[in-house]
């Protein structure tokens, strides 16, 4: 159980950098410790995250991977339209977060009923990091949600996805209160690896922030006129708070075994009719944007090609699909897998260099 409890927690915190990025320097964006970034209210001139995306809000943080992960604003822009993109959501990353802390919860309890004394302070450190680490799933997943229910609200002024917003954002405070009050006796009052404010402290001492954030919500609902909300609203907050569910179907697709610079790269990608797909690809270069081309159908083959032209380059190559159901609904393929364990993109390199 105590592997198992592991193997679960120490996940949450990758999953919860990749897909909420308020800043991309690692001496100001301390997860672990985080300073609450406003729902509503965009940063201050102090705060931590200066070099976020305008409004500097949660809700338009970008995710450390924006092709693969949606912004809140984004995302909530999509369920209006009725169009969800093939990107992973924030409600999709906030169920994420909900399974592994619940299952490093539920090993953890097991691990203290198999102890012979849980009180050693080799099993202490265990235990309690791993709380505080369950803990921050919990809070990000539940705040995850009152974001995506907040711009809902916002972009339709509903006072139900408003109310919802604020209940999960309790659950969320509730979830960082547990830590504070778990690492009280254990920690320092004061830990630091660095001279500014959000360098140091306590998880005691961001739960002001929190509060002042929860306080903002609640004061536009006591202001809030009636909701002017189309009456699909409900299944929205519906799908928010729910559980997620992504489309897939069994594909098949064989990358090359490298390509010729100058030369186009022919794909073929196998999935049941009557799909549509689109192919995503790049040089390795995060600089660089990325290129999409539609894909042509021969039966229940798709076909697309990487252009000669694009290809006369040192860099590798990286690709992924987009497959688009009849619905409309979107998913990735090879993406990250049920169990979030696969390389999302496949990679290619050239058979001779520059």
Not at 5 to 17: G, Y
Request: aromatic letters at 10%.
């Amino acid at each position: 159980p105590v592997g198992t409890s592991l193997a679960h927690a120490s996940r949450i915190l990758p999953l919860v950098t990749t897909a909420h990025c308020p800043s991309a320097a690692n001496n100001l964006y301390w997860p672990e410790m985080y300073v609450n970034m406003s729902i509503i209210e965009p940063a201050a001139i102090d705060r931590p995250y200066f070099d976020t995306l305008s409004p500097k809000t949660f809700n338009y943080a970008s995710p450390l991977d924006s092709e693969l992960f949606s912004r809140v604003a984004d995302f909530a822009d999509e369920l209006l339209a009725g169009k969800v993109s093939a990107r992973y959501s924030p409600v999709e990353v906030a169920q994420w977060l909900e399974d592994l802390a619940q299952a490093a919860s539920f090993n953890l309890s097991a691990a203290e009923n198999k102890s012979f004394d849980h009180r050693t302070a080799a099993f202490r450190r265990f235990s309690i990091d791993t709380t505080v680490v369950i803990g921050l799933g919990r809070f990000f997943a539940n705040k995850l949600r009152a974001a995506v229910l907040f711009a809902l609200h916002e972009k339709t002024g509903d006072k139900d996805a408003l109310a919802e917003s604020i209940q999960h954002y309790h659950l969320a405070r509730d979830a960082w209160k547990r830590i504070a009050s778990v690492t009280a006796d254990v920690y320092v009052q004061d830990v630091t690896y660095g001279s500014g404010w959000y360098q140091r402290g306590h998880w005691s001492d961001r739960l002001a922030a929190i509060e002042t954030d929860i306080a903002a919500l609640e004061k536009r609902a006591a202001a809030a006129p009636a909701s002017a909300a189309p009456a699909s609203i409900a299944r929205l907050i519906n799908a928010v708070t729910g559980h997620p569910d992504r489309p897939t179907a069994p594909v098949k697709h064989e990358p090359p075994a490298s390509f010729r610079r100058g030369a186009a790269v022919e794909l073929a990608l196998s999935v049941a009719s009557p799909r549509a797909a689109h192919l995503h690809y790049r040089h390795t270069h995060q600089a660089q944007p990325w290129n999409v081309a539609s894909m042509t159908r021969e039966g229940e083959t798709l076909h697309a090609a990487i252009p000669a032209g694009y290809t006369d380059t040192a860099y590798p190559l990286e690709y992924y699909f987009e497959i688009v159901e009849p619905s409309g609904q979107a998913w990735l393929h090879p993406g990250l897998g049920p169990d979030l364990d696969q390389q999302p993109y496949f990679t290619i390199r050239s058979t001779r260099t520059a």
